[in-house]
């Protein structure tokens, strides 16, 4: 049984930063594809930032030059430095691990944690 758990997330101003963190459970991180999206209310959940088992990231255009993800394998855990906080980036942040190849293939999800910026 694989568990995410994030943490990190709270109540900041705009222009504020926060960095979030999820580790991971189990013996998937090094294989993991390894996403955070996020979701407000009366809203689909949307990928933020993902980067693959290589380390290859992608972000939505929405948080290019502000956010940062990374990760530690070493520490099973993923990051998402958040810089330059608007209130639109206000929602609930998931993580997410994955994969899909051929005889692998996962998907895990944590619980979520807040986010919220306002002043």
């Known amino acids: 049984q694989v568990r995410l758990v994030e943490s990190g997330g709270g109540l900041v101003q705009p222009g504020g930063s926060l960095r979030l963190s999820c580790t991971a459970s189990?013996?998937?991180?090094?294989?993991?594809?390894m996403g955070w999206y996020r979701q407000a209310p009366g809203k689909q959940r949307d990928l933020v930032a993902g980067i693959t088992s290589r380390g290859i990231t992608n972000y939505a255009e929405s948080v290019k030059g502000r956010f940062t993800i990374s990760r530690d394998n070493a520490k099973n855990t993923v990051y998402l430095q958040m810089n330059s906080l608007k209130p639109e980036d206000t929602a609930v942040y998931y993580c997410?691990?994955?994969?899909?190849?051929?005889?692998?293939?996962?998907?895990?999800w944590g619980q979520g944690t807040q986010v919220t910026v306002s002043s």
């Open positions: 189990g013996s998937i991180f090094r294989i993991a594809d």
């Open positions: 997410n691990a994955a994969k899909s190849l051929p005889g692998v293939k996962f998907g895990y």
